[in-house]
């Protein structure tokens, strides 16, 4: 920025701060004040950080203010204004901008803050500087905790802040060339922070106990301070080469030595005898070309080998979200003297403040203490200072503090944070796969050390080592992240140096565990197990009892009831619990079981039990006298009983055993599988096999095809592990793949192959075997062209099988069978149900059949690609953050309407960010606004129940009552009409789509019936009338108008293309965004977004003039038409399940009712009740719809059932059930995957 473009005001304020004269400054009298003036101009500056550009072309920080407090540093408080000043000023651009921008001018900005930054941190690096800083400190940290004052605490965190501010600041690639051994500017700030002490308080602070409240800012400057450095680069500072060093060199040297050898023996083999013009040409034989010749190559025979059809094409472009992650800027050695001094520090700083401050710095962090992100420091700190401390003589003593199970745990846990956050939050994936890189690096150091423990002289240092290490290889989630990990590396988001370390410290564990289990013959560690239940719950019928018996047993009953007076004795009483007040087991279900209790014990002919059990029922549920009433006379009490003896009770199943896990893929509709933790016996080379997966091979090869840049110890872990799975699995089939084939081409043609001994013999083992296999096998080559699992692996070496051979677990499936489910799915994969599989299930003659089974057996009968079609559509909301604006408008909102009767229904529908109810209410919870989830349900009107029960209450109506959940859904019909609206809305999606293609058939009769002809104005009113009465007459008025004007357009210009509706207005947009609006333009033909490229609604070109204006007409405000009950579906094909359950618990809440009812007359049994109820006549209509109960979750794709509950609603003429769908629960996402291989 050019300095003559200084604001006026501004540049009167630096000129009022005084002047250099030669090396001493002038401060004028108000230079205080204008210290203060620039500090509120900083804080006020715009987006584009115009002051601060501006400030750092004038050179205030070198000219002015750093000169100011060498010179002045006296005069306190202009010091105090000049050291606030100068914190800004250095502030991190990253900060200022809140990330890299994107927008070209403010990258340009952002570039521009950064350069003054780096003259900043070039004019930092001055000894006199940082004496006066450090003496400033020490004065301050002389004071006692009695007389320091808030202003000094206030200084010494400032000081602090500008340090670690200016050791931030990056050097700048294009200015600072240096080569190794050579001061850069970050080594020249280091010097004068050690010239002038400020190291030797770094230290002090560290280890103080009285300073504790610095620890998180003291570990951030040490980090930084060591940001260019390696511990190995460290420990060896100062002393002789090594043995190791020498050989390691002297490696790289052979090797470089050779390749040059190989290149000249190239040139000379390819300088020719005669002149270029005379190569020749030559017809390759076998090699065909465009055509059907042979092709022709057109040089000499010397270049043959480098020959490729790909010569000459244009570079295939590789799109930006495919493209390899970089790695982090690499480390440089600094001048000798910084490493020297640096590495005194550590020699220093683990000796008296490492274990101390990584106490401090880990409990502020379990604690929260700390800023976001601060955990990368105590990441960093650890595998550094651990990893000098084995370089530099190990003495496990120092680093004591992260030598321990609670280090494991927390490193594992933040890995699993970090890959969950990586794949949540994809703008910043390369964020976490940095700290998740940094993560790993400190649980290698851990392990790494416990390696280091075990070959100590010291007894009880090895004891302690194989402490650490049975319960780290004990434990499930130590011993299987490094699997997880392979299994999920992305190169797209993590770079090869995440990958290097990766695979190094898999063989480093997979050799201590493998040494470990070597002296033991049965290890014992826990394993895994699912218990397997199916999404609906089994229900099993009573069993079947001929009349007769039914009546002896009552019979046999009266007569002991009768005998005993119906009495009862007390520890008959006292032992009968009708419900478990622990139990997860929701109330209403409780209630079902007590009576199917009540009724076994009639059936076991135990009347008291009986008896008590129904009267301890009655006190748990008094409500809707379901056990009878308070007053209930013996006799009643006896005719209930009757009429739950004969009542059809639904009955649940008891839960499957548990399995243990198999290696075929399960699908997550079909089975919901809770993990159970147990213990077995460990088999190492069972361990070994996991491994044997193309997904954990494929990271192997990618870091094997850099083998020339890898050390010698990475190839080594390479080579080490596939040994381990083609020789000591004898799976070398798993190694048969064509691009590693090409790979070992690769090594074997190479001039330094000398150099790579291990790589080269393996190479030649794998081709051996795979040509003698070939020999046998005339398919072996085809196979090269695929990954294979075990499974295939076993079908290329020991002969491939039929269909169905060699799996008991397959279910066979007979022609007939196959023939039947054709049939039916080819007659409803057309019908709009929500699930297909659901429906085709109950109609299928073998009942046995799971959803797994029908799935598969499509896909292999070829009539759907792939299970993923067949997947449930699930609706879900996808704001996850809550801001503070949005936090404070909930509790506002939920002020205003606590004491309404439909507190959730009138927080929702004022809530400017729209949110599942499910959000909301956690959210509620969270903010301890309520403290229970019924507060939030809705109040029932008890004028209307008083008035009810004085009129007399219908059979039905006492039954809907009865029947209904202790708590009415809040929301059922807004849940209902948004699950509508969102079907309509991709349903739309689907038509754009199938118009775009051209496409017809379901798609183009849908789109048909959208269309409406000349003159039929669409019935809209009532619609209009509901968002008129939400405050959306504004956006009414401008759909209006665009309508209008599209029409006199078209009428004008005589052509009619798409026109896009923009909201140019912030009231507009919002109503964009609002499903009632969005549904009222579906409602008048305007088209959504047909794809990714367009953002707007548009008004087709299909409408003419004659028809917009008859929509435009329609949006005129007047009587509301009578909107059709938006919760009536029409009667299809929907899912059965749970329909069954349903009837039953009704049919016995029926048989309830009668028991209440005086009138002898209309005694029924209960399964007439219930055929006269659920029945109903031909006229009646029942609508079956899903709702989401209160407690649902994000979609997930693991899932935990919940209870159903079932609500019957009496709507007039008709009897409504809303079954609830189960409930999706949100399971912790385990980075630890818990599936075996599939080829197993």
Known sequence: MDLYMMNCELLATCSALGYLEGETYHKETDCLESVKDLIRYVRHEDDTRDIRQQLGAGQILQNDLLPIITQHGHDKPLFDACIRLMVNLTQPSLLCFGKIPDDPAFRHHYLEVMAYLQTYKEAFANEKVFGVLSETLYNL??????????????????????????????????EEKNVDDDASVHDKLLWAVHMSGFDDLIKFLASAQSEQQWSMHVLEI??????????????????ARSAQEKQRDSHELEVLRQKEQAERRSRTLQRGTRHSRFGGSYVVQGLKSIGDNDVIYHRGLHNFKSYTHDTGKAVRRVPKRNRQAKDCEGKRRSALNVRLFLREFCVDFLDNCYNSLMYLVKEGLIREQAQQHDETYYLWALSFFMAFNRGNGFRADLVSETMSIRAFHYIERNITNYYEMMLTDRKEATSWSRRMHLALKAYQELLLTVNEMDRSRDETIRQSSNVIKSNIFYLMEYREIFLTLLRKFDETKQPHSFLKDLVESTHLFLRMLERFCKGRNNLVVQKKKKAKRKKHPNQKKAPELSPEVLEESWKLV?????????????????GLVPFDAASEIPLEEQRAEAMVRVQDALLARLGPEALGLLRAAREVWPEGDVFGSADVEPEEELELLKQILYAKLPRLSPPEPVAEEDDEVELEEEELESVQVSETEFNFLDFIKRFA???????????????SQNTAHTNHCIARMLHRLAVDLKMEGLLFQLSLFSLFNQILSDAAAAAYTELVTFAKFVLNRFFSLAAKNDKAYLELLFWKNVGAVRDITEGYSKDGEGSDKKATWTEEEEEELRQLYLEHRDSEVPDLVETLLPLLSNGNRTRRQVVLRLVHMGLVHSAKELKKQKIGTRIVLWTEEQEEELQMLYDEYKDSDNVLGDILKKLTAKRSRARVVDKLLSMGLVSDRRQLYKKRSRSALQKASAKGMTEEEFLADLTEDQIDDPLEEDEEEEEEEEEDLSDNEEEANVQERGGSGTGGRRRKSQEWTVGKIPDVGAMVHVLQGEGMSGPLVWLQ?????????????????????????????????????LKLLRKLGIRPPANEQESFWRIPEKMSPSQLRGAAAALSPGEPAAEPDARTEPEGPGPQEGSASHEQRAQALRALLLARKSKPEREFTAAEDAESTLGGSPKEKTSVKRRRALDDEDDEDDEEDSPTTMDVQDDGDSDREAVSAPAKRRRPMLLLDDDEDDDD
């Open 141 to 174: 940290l002389q004071l006692d905790w009695e007389q320091r004052q808030e202003e000094d605490n206030l200084l010494i965190e400032r000081i602090l802040l500008l340090v670690r501010n200016v050791l931030h600041v990056p050097a700048d690639p294009y």
């Open 222 to 239: 040490i980090s930084l301070m060591f940001r260019d450095q390696t511990p190995e680069a460290l420990v060896g500072a100062g002393q």
């Open 558 to 574: 009266t007569e002991e009831l009768r005998a005993a007076g119906f009495q009862l004795s007390e520890s008959l009483t006292e």
């Open 693 to 707: 997966s193309s997904n954990i091979v494929r990271p192997y090869l990618l870091l094997l095809k850099t083998y």
């Open 1041 to 1077: 108008n665009c309508l209008n004007r599209t029409a006199n357009d078209r009428e004008e210009d005589n052509l009619s293309q798409p026109v896009p509706l923009v909201p140019l207005t912030e009231e507009n947009e919002d109503a964009m965004e609002k499903r009632s609006f």
